[in-house]
């Protein structure tokens, strides 16, 4: 059982920065890798980050080079750091965590956070 609470989106310019917070609950060590997802309304949900147990970290194309995930151990949270946002990264925020278990693969989400981007 894994609780994720998201938090710092807001309002940002193009071209502006933004980094996203996620408390876990439990220690990040024991969770097989922690995702970001994004969705705009109307819009189907995509991922956009990932890091692995190992440290190993994935990225969308639409967010390679602007975007980096990232971790603190000792505080059981996983970033996203947001560089030269544009508007089309409008969207609501979502963490989730993947356990992958030998009775099946347990999968948990946060509350999400919106990130608007005007231009």
């Known amino acids: 059982q894994v609780q994720l609470v998201e938090s710092g989106g807001g309002l940002v310019q193009a071209g502006g920065s933004l980094r996203l917070s996620c408390a876990a609950s439990t220690n990040i060590f024991s969770i097989t890798h922690m995702d970001w997802y994004r969705q705009a309304p109307g819009k189907q949900r995509e991922l956009v980050a990932s890091?692995?147990?190992?440290?190993?970290?994935g990225y969308a194309d639409s967010v390679k080079g602007r975007f980096t995930i990232s971790r603190d151990i000792a505080k059981n949270t996983v970033y996203l750091q947001m560089n030269s946002l544009k508007p089309e990264d409008t969207a609501v925020y979502y963490c989730?965590?993947?356990?992958?278990?030998?009775?099946?693969?347990?999968?948990?989400w946060g509350q999400g956070t919106q990130v608007t981007v005007s231009s």
């Open positions: 989730n965590a993947v356990k992958n278990r030998a009775l099946g693969k347990e999968d948990y």
């Open positions: 890091i692995t147990n190992a440290g190993s970290t």
